[in-house]
């Protein structure tokens, strides 16, 4: 069966309803949404085929959402493949492709209310683009909402399968961070899958910008997962993590600008102060690193310990 695309949330819930009773009439299943802005890759892949080995019915959204954009000219070029996207999304099974315009998912205009992503929103990639995780946050709550395949038990119900789950990449692990707290805080009756990054055979994390780079920026922006392999080394070995070396080991390469590179705790994204630079590493946390490689801002991750 191939994937089926639906502008409409009306032509959404029709089909996600149908496709659920067809699939499930003799045992309970789940639905499984996959947010996307489009311009898909291997890593919405492994996002999509995940999905597809746990859930009966599978929804992925495709939308360039504006209010996570400060910058107008970003948004306009921010590539749209829905052709493409549409192949990705039915070679890994999904069931639904959600393509809204602007004007249905915002149908009176910018929404007045809107989801804060509070202090943590506003450090790392917030402290780069004010408002952005807001628009982010805002956007994830209307596709949960809108996919939502009937009525459930909240995430407060401990114990109790979840009758609904999204995915999301942990390239982002900022926003991945946000959206599980906003899921816990305001009882969101959803589980939150995270999927590990994907990456290129040179290291190079999969990402819809990376189309913008020369062959010269992307070999430079190599440089981003080196530091950080650097930093797991020591922290697979307890050795002290010397943060200012794989810092150094960034400035070294001219045609990138690092934007931060912090060492934090994997849940709250609060920088580890301890087992860092002068003692040997200990525990998990998690390396987090943005640069400006030529006209690309890209983001990093890697788990430690």
């Known amino acids: 069966m191939s994937t089926t695309l639906v502008t409409t949330v009306a032509e959404l819930k029709a089909a996600s309803a149908s496709l659920l009773a067809a699939k499930t009439s003799t045992h309970p299943g789940t639905l499984g949404l996959v947010p996307t802005m489009g311009a898909l890759h291997e890593g919405h892949g492994a996002l999509a085929r995940a999905a597809v080995a746990e859930n009966a019915v599978v929804v992925a959204s495709v939308f360039v959402n504006p209010l996570q954009f400060g910058d107008p000219l970003d948004l306009d070029r921010y590539p749209r493949t829905t052709e493409a996207d549409l192949a990705l999304l039915d070679a890994a099974g999904v069931d639904i492709m959600f393509a809204p315009s602007v004007e249905e998912m915002y149908p009176t205009g910018e929404p007045a209310v809107r989801i804060t992503a509070g202090k943590l929103g506003s450090l790392?990639?917030?402290?780069?683009?004010p408002g952005h995780f807001d628009g982010a946050l805002t956007v994830v709550a209307k596709l949960l909402h809108l996919a939502h395949p009937g009525t459930g038990l909240s995430a407060r119900d401990g114990g109790t399968r979840q009758p609904y789950r999204a995915y999301f990449g942990q390239k982002d692990a900022q926003q991945l961070a946000l959206v599980r707290r906003m899921v816990a805080d305001l009882d969101f009756p959803v589980d939150i899958v995270p999927v590990p990054i994907v990456r290129d055979p040179d290291?190079?994390?999969?990402s819809s910008r990376?189309?913008?780079l020369s062959g010269r920026e992307?070999?430079?922006?190599l440089v981003l997962s080196r530091a950080l392999r650097l930093l797991r080394r020591r922290a697979d070995a307890h050795e002290p993590l010397d943060i200012p070396s794989a810092e150094e080991l960034v400035h070294m390469i001219p045609g990138v600008e690092l934007d931060y590179l912090e060492?934090?705790?994997p849940e709250t994204l609060a920088v580890r102060a301890e087992n860092c630079q002068d003692t040997p590493f200990t525990g998990r946390a998690l390396a987090l690193i943005a640069a400006q490689v030529g006209p690309v801002r890209l983001i990093d991750n890697v788990t430690l310990g």
């Open 124 to 129: 790392y990639e917030g402290a780069s683009r």
């Open 203 to 206: 290291g190079l994390a999969l």
């Open 210 to 212: 990376n189309r913008f």
């Open 218 to 221: 992307r070999e430079d922006a």
């Open 263 to 265: 060492v934090v705790d």
